[in-house]
């Protein structure tokens, strides 16, 4: 049973265009929500995360939005790079005493010139 | 430069000859934890400690063994090693105060024949 859904194996944006990336759960457990990012032959690396306690977070390009009821959050990428061509995990913790990570099956942006 | 380093990066072997992926990490971070990334099915946790000597099963252990005799080090040991464990190994660390935000080792790539 997979708890974190990313439906969207890849998506291709133009350079300058907005990529939005989504993301769904099922856990309503979960209360913190983190997006990483891949490059090939590298590690995942934090992006931008966000509370249950909140419905967007800013970090310059990336924005991440939470919706509770609908249980799906979304990263807005504006204005996408071709840098940013990379995949995107998004995770999701439940707290308190408990620091396991479930990661979703991440979704391919590529950012076109 | 904090960092989390594996050994080796990419490992061809043989069923059932035991090895060992070593993960190391600099930053003091109490919680270590490994993954594997299978295709389509995204990153998945096989172990974490929180501490030293304090280690769980995550949510795909079977066929593997770990142990966290120091802080800083977090070995994976495949006993028996099995052609449905051929992967992408990340090793991962992060201070219990922020275990959402993990830092991800390069990652190891393991074939089993």
């Known amino acids: 049973d997979q708890q974190v859904k990313q439906n969207s194996p890849s998506l291709s944006v133009q350079e300058g265009r907005i990529s939005i990336l989504n993301c769904d759960y099922t856990?309503?457990?979960?209360?913190?929500f983190l997006w990483y990012k891949k490059y090939p032959a590298e590690g995942p690396t934090f992006l931008i995360s966000?509370?249950?306690?909140?419905d967007k977070n800013e970090d310059g390009r990336f924005t991440v939005f939470l919706n509770k009821s609908a249980k799906h959050l979304s990263l807005h990428i504006v204005p996408s790079q071709p840098g940013d061509s990379a995949v995107y995990f998004c995770?999701?913790?439940?707290?308190?005493?408990?620091?396991?990570?479930?990661f979703g099956k991440g979704t391919l942006l590529t950012v076109n010139p | 430069e904090a960092q989390v380093t594996q050994n080796p990066r990419y490992l061809i072997t043989v069923t059932g000859k035991k090895l060992t992926v070593t993960c190391s990490q600099n930053?003091?971070?109490?919680?270590m934890s490994w993954y594997r990334q299978d295709p389509g099915l995204g990153l998945r946790q096989i172990y974490y400690?929180?501490?030293?000597?304090?280690?769980d099963k995550g949510d795909v252990p079977e066929g593997y063994k770990v142990s966290r005799k120091e802080k800083r080090n977090f070995p994976l040991i495949l006993e028996s090693p099995s052609p449905n464990q051929t992967s992408l190994y990340f090793c991962?660390?992060?201070?219990?105060?922020?275990?959402?935000?993990?830092?991800f080792g390069p990652g190891t790539r393991l074939t089993v024949l």
């Open positions: 995770a999701a913790n439940s707290g308190g005493s408990n620091y396991k990570l479930t």
């Open positions: 930053m003091n971070h109490e919680y």
């Open positions: 991962a660390s992060s201070s219990t105060h922020r275990t959402d935000t993990q830092y």
């Open positions: 400690s929180m501490n030293v000597e304090v280690t």
């Open positions: 966000i509370s249950s306690i909140k």
């Open positions: 856990n309503s457990m979960f209360d913190y």
